[in-house]
């Protein structure tokens, strides 16, 4: 399967990219600078470009059978509009190439989601620390639940840098049982490109988590 990969610089990216290509899939990972992807393999091409730029995403989509979306600002106390215009594109660029898969990495707390958080998580974490990225997310699972796409929302906790592990649950009535949840993007990455093929959580907004 051909898949391109938007925000494919960032740490999520990175490793949805990898597990993409462990799975034999030919990736295309969208960057805006190449000089900062460090990722080599038979199987993938770079697409440069700005999500933010229409004409370089319809160019991306070309050829490709499902496309994930990693974008983040990196920064979680201001809103990033851009991100939102992205997301459009992306949409917009799909239908014109007539792609249905979509995988798009959001969090929990999105659209009333919290209670699967636990009470640090729901009560400090997000209003406090996380609103703004909540605020984005929201607008962006808005628009690809409007869509026509075969899109799955993908909502962990916090990320982490750790290993791989395959454990983790899924599930839209998976609830945390500690009070700071987290999983490793290695394990967010797994459960994304899996989604990819599979229609359990088509048109669904399942949670992962370790």
């Not at 496309?67 to 939102?84: E, F, M, R």
């Not at 992306?90 to 979509?102: C, L, T, V, Y």
């Not at 592990?165 to 949840?181: F, I, K, W």
Request: proline share 3%.
């Amino acid at each position: 399967m051909n898949v391109l990969v938007f925000g494919a610089s960032g740490a999520t990216g990175r490793e949805v990219v990898k597990h993409a290509l462990e799975r034999g899939h030919s990736v295309a990972a969208f960057v805006r600078d190449p000089g900062k992807f460090e990722i080599k393999h038979a199987n993938l091409a770079l697409a440069v470009g700005d999500a933010t730029e229409y004409v370089s995403v319809e160019h991306a989509c070309t050829g490709q059978d499902a496309v994930a979306s990693a974008l983040g600002s990196g920064n979680s106390l201001g809103s990033h509009p851009t991100l939102t215009d992205g997301v459009q594109n992306i949409i917009r660029a799909m239908d014109h190439a007539e792609i249905r898969r979509f995988v798009y990495l959001s969090m929990l707390g999105v659209d009333g989601s919290g209670w699967q958080l636990g009470l640090v998580d729901r009560f400090i974490v997000l209003p406090l620390l996380l609103r703004n990225v909540v605020k984005d997310h929201a607008r962006e699972e808005a628009l690809i639940k409007q869509s026509t796409l075969d899109w799955v929302i993908v909502r962990p906790p916090r990320l982490t840098n750790g290993p791989y592990t395959g454990r983790y649950r899924s599930g839209e009535d998976v609830r945390e049982r500690t009070l700071l949840a987290s999983i490793s993007r290695a394990d967010v990455a797994d459960f994304m490109v899996k989604q990819f093929t599979g229609d359990r959580y088509v048109h669904g907004t399942p949670a992962v988590r370790g």
